[in-house]
């Protein structure tokens, strides 16, 4: 493959705006190699000094895009959406909710809510997972696709949950949580191997991630009980896979040519917060400001975030984000958990990338989509 099209395949443009840029750099190279030609250089040799002097053709197209692409809004609204849809079907559950809360509740009503939430979740993981992972077997990496990627994921395991729910109380048992635990050991093996495989060609942090994948199954094998309790203790055992997570971020958007730091932080956003903010309070008298006010700020957040042109504001917007949506959960209901999982947020979703591009900011350009 020649030097101008691995550029033009390395180059994630828009198509019209791809082919100017393409004619520009096309102009650019003929004359460095006419010049050349002329000179006395053969044709051969021409055309490998011309694309010497031009540079490595996957720096030429991170110099490019950092310069021809910008945010727009429809990046803004399509890397919205997943939680914008997330708040619409937490809407959707009001009414439902009214009639399993009445006094003289139906067992058909609940099994009626309990199939509606499923479906809803698994539909909105299936189609949102689809669509990063035609993005990640094409190598791209759009601002979009981090909320895509993470509410995708999330919304698929939050479903296989509500299976195990809705089956337990199809068999007329008291919803246990001891289901849950196979299947977090599970995604905790799962997320391991992925850190693992992002960071392969590093022989000190593939072990490193290994160790750590070790140590994280063993301490939840050891205190299957401590998901039970939410609080402190619960604060404390999210610190322990978190490691493994931010090592895939950073795999999959800060070390990828069309990638970045703050779309790995945009990915530990969506996927922590999807966690926290939307999370069902059914015995709280606010329920719906509960479920509908941390949303609404996390959407304008990742609005404002796809709006911005620099990777400094971008984490700037999501730490307000953070702070604003943990106020408004502690406005609702006053917990100490709440203030450390915002604490927990702030420090992996914002500082720890941070650290990471001052460490690898020489590397490359960043891409303001």
Same mark, same amino acid.
């Given at each position: 493959?020649?030097?101008?099209?691995? /550029?033009? !395949?390395?180059? =994630?443009?828009?198509?019209?705006? !791809?082919?100017? /840029? %393409?004619?520009? $750099?096309?102009?650019?190279?003929?004359?460095?190699?006419?010049?050349?030609?002329?000179?006395?250089?053969? @044709?051969?040799?021409? =055309?490998?000094?011309?694309?010497?002097?031009?540079?490595?053709?996957?720096?030429?197209?991170?110099? +490019?895009?950092?310069?021809?692409?910008?945010?727009?809004? !429809?990046?803004?609204?399509?890397?919205?959406?997943?939680?914008?849809?997330?708040?619409?079907?937490?809407?959707?559950?009001?009414?439902?909710?009214?009639?399993?809360?009445?006094?003289?509740?139906?067992?058909?009503?609940? #099994?009626?809510?309990?199939?509606?939430?499923?479906?809803?979740?698994?539909?909105?993981? /299936?189609?949102?997972?689809?669509?990063?992972?035609?993005?990640?077997?094409?190598?791209?990496?759009?601002?979009?696709?981090?909320?895509?990627?993470?509410?995708?994921?999330?919304?698929?395991?939050?479903?296989?949950?509500?299976?195990?729910?809705?089956?337990?109380?199809?068999?007329?048992?008291?919803?246990?949580?001891?289901?849950?635990?196979?299947?977090?050991?599970?995604?905790?093996?799962?997320?391991?191997?992925?850190?693992?495989?992002?960071?392969?060609?590093?022989?000190?942090?593939?072990?490193? $991630?290994?160790?750590?994948? &070790? *140590?994280?199954?063993?301490? #939840?094998?050891?205190?299957?009980? @401590?998901?039970?309790?939410?609080?402190?203790? +619960?604060?404390?055992? &999210? *610190?322990?896979?978190?490691?493994?997570?931010?090592?895939?971020?950073?795999?999959?958007?800060?070390?990828?040519?069309?990638?970045?730091?703050?779309?790995?932080? &945009?990915?530990?956003?969506?996927?922590?917060?999807?966690?926290?903010?939307?999370?069902?309070? =059914?015995?709280?008298?606010?329920?719906?400001?509960?479920?509908?006010?941390?949303?609404?700020?996390?959407?304008?957040?990742?609005?404002? #975030?796809?709006?911005?042109?620099?990777?400094?504001?971008?984490?700037?917007?999501?730490?307000?984000?953070?702070?604003?949506?943990?106020?408004?959960? $502690?406005?609702?209901?006053?917990?100490?958990?709440?203030?450390?999982?915002?604490?927990? %947020? &702030?420090?992996?979703?914002? $500082?720890?990338?941070? *650290?990471?591009?001052?460490?690898?900011?020489?590397?490359?350009?960043?891409?303001?989509?």
């Amino acid at each position: 493959m020649d030097f101008l099209s691995e /550029v033009e !395949k390395k180059l =994630d443009l828009p198509p019209a705006e !791809k082919a100017q /840029v %393409m004619r520009e $750099l096309r102009s650019h190279y003929e004359e460095l190699r006419s010049a050349m030609i002329a000179s006395g250089v053969e @044709a051969a040799q021409a =055309d490998q000094e011309a694309a010497r002097k031009l540079g490595d053709p996957a720096d030429v197209a991170f110099r +490019l895009q950092s310069v021809h692409c910008r945010a727009t809004w !429809k990046t803004a609204l399509l890397t919205a959406l997943p939680l914008a849809a997330m708040l619409i079907v937490s809407l959707a559950k009001f009414p439902l909710m009214q009639i399993i809360w009445g006094a003289h509740a139906q067992r058909s009503a609940v #099994y009626e809510y309990q199939t509606y939430v499923l479906i809803a979740t698994a539909v909105l993981g /299936v189609i949102f997972l689809t669509g990063s992972i035609r993005e990640l077997m094409r190598n791209r990496r759009p601002m979009w696709l981090a909320t895509w990627l993470a509410v995708g994921v999330r919304e698929l395991v939050r479903a296989g949950h509500r299976l195990q729910e809705l089956t337990n109380w199809i068999e007329g048992q008291r919803m246990p949580q001891v289901g849950i635990f196979p299947s977090v050991v599970f995604q905790i093996l799962v997320v391991g191997l992925l850190a693992m495989a992002m960071f392969r060609r590093s022989a000190k942090w593939f072990l490193i $991630l290994g160790g750590w994948t &070790l *140590l994280t199954e063993v301490i #939840y094998i050891a205190a299957p009980w @401590a998901s039970l309790n939410t609080g402190w203790f +619960l604060a404390f055992l &999210l *610190l322990v896979p978190a490691p493994l997570v931010m090592a895939v971020a950073l795999g999959l958007f800060a070390r990828h040519p069309y990638g970045n730091t703050a779309s790995a932080s &945009l990915f530990l956003f969506a996927l922590y917060v999807s966690v926290s903010s939307f999370s069902m309070r =059914d015995s709280h008298w606010v329920l719906p400001l509960a479920n509908v006010l941390p949303p609404i700020v996390i959407v304008m957040t990742v609005l404002a #975030y796809a709006r911005s042109s620099t990777w400094r504001r971008k984490l700037a917007i999501l730490a307000a984000g953070i702070v604003v949506a943990g106020m408004a959960d $502690l406005v609702i209901v006053i917990s100490g958990y709440l203030a450390v999982h915002t604490a927990f %947020m &702030l420090f992996w979703v914002i $500082l720890v990338p941070m *650290l990471f591009e001052r460490r690898w900011s020489g590397r490359r350009p960043e891409l303001a989509r």
